[in-house]
């Protein structure tokens, strides 16, 4: 559809230099096409995957995510130990009167004790450790899908505003042609002075556009520089602000492995974990102690000692905490039902809101722009005839370039729409590289 529109503005913009001999050769001069690109530039072109790679490296938040993961991993290697058992030694009877002077009666006891946990507390703690690792994972992969749709959103407004920049300065060159046209004609007497006033407050107005143009695009190219590590040595590629071909980015529905909704069920299955962890936790964990008492007394005679010591749970047992994990594990179910409708509406108006942006970008293609061209053309051709006044050339102008504009700010949308739904259905998720552990 832009190609075809390129090709009959390509047409017509010939036709216009050839009837550079009815006196208006530098107004029609003036009207270049859309979609002429900028001059050659040296930097390398920069396509979309080259900016979603080169912001994925350049991200310091995915390391932040990466340190998470390896921090959820050291979790989990904690959770599998067993508790360390406990050397105790103990002298009894020693400096006291008579017999007991010094160290002649003394007792010596070394014992080992060791706390046995009972209540599946080790598998509780693994299991919540192990599902806090997937927490971490998924939330990286969610900031690097965050990431990417910030790298598409940006990426198509440079687009758009160097698209925008071209409009301005198409409209500049038309008002700066059309003032020397109108110059003209009031020099001769053909015109009102008060015309001559109006066209150099056109072109004023058109210049001040353009720089506001200009700054626009300057500060979105430094937006999607920032994102890759203000690297500003790229190019812009304009072919790739055009509208896809159909069915060339369709989107299957989200389901549960999408990464927000996993995201949702893992905080749930953590939820779970943490009941059984604080279940285990009422469970009362005897200690159990074996040794050797030496008796000074006796010439360094001994014997062994076996002890156990097991804590009373009269008071406590847990049963605030365990409320506690329940609620939060009811919550969480709560929450993934809420994010999955929620997702699924999310979903349902962006593809809506694609279509309409693709059925506008169609009809300004094929029907808003060719009329404008025409209309310009046909005001062109009256204008030299002495039909129609210079406003009407200026109106017809302004109509196309706000067409083309209108086409550029459906595009804008288009994409950006894209770029949110590309984030819903992890589309880009491929492009995230494997988290590696660190040590």
Known sequence: MTSQYRRRASARLAR??????????????????????????????????????????????????????????????????????????????????????????????????????????????????????????????????????DVQTAYYDALAAAELVLIAEERLRTAEALNTSVARRVAAARDPLMAGARAEAGLAEARIALTRAQAEAANARATLASLLGGDTGFSLIPADFALPRAGEHDHAEPGEATPDLARLAAQRDRANAAIGVERSLAWQNPTLSFGYRQFAADNDEGALVAGVSIPLGIFDRNQGSVARARAEQRRAEFDLEAGRRTLMREFAALQRAIAADSAAITATEDQVIPQAERALELAQDGYNRGAFSYLDVLEAQRALSDARQARVDSLQSYHNNEAALDRLTARFGDMLPEQEAHQ
């Open 16 to 149: 216009y230099l050839a009837s550079a001999s009815l006196g208006l050769a530098p107004f029609i001069a003036a009207v270049p096409m859309l979609s002429v690109a900028a001059h050659a530039q040296e930097a390398a072109p920069l396509t979309l995957q080259d900016a979603i790679g080169r912001a994925i490296e350049a991200d310091p938040g995915l390391r932040a995510a990466d340190a998470g993961v390896d921090a959820a991993r050291g979790g989990l290697r904690q959770a599998r130990v067993r508790p360390n058992p406990t050397l105790d030694a103990e002298v009894e009877n020693f400096n006291g009167e008579g017999d007991l002077r010094g160290f002649d009666g003394a007792e010596t006891t070394f014992s080992l004790s060791q706390e046995v946990e009972l209540g599946g507390r080790r598998s509780a703690r693994i299991r919540l450790a192990d599902r806090e690792l997937r927490g971490a994972e998924l939330e990286r992969a969610v900031r690097g899908l965050d990431l990417i749709r």
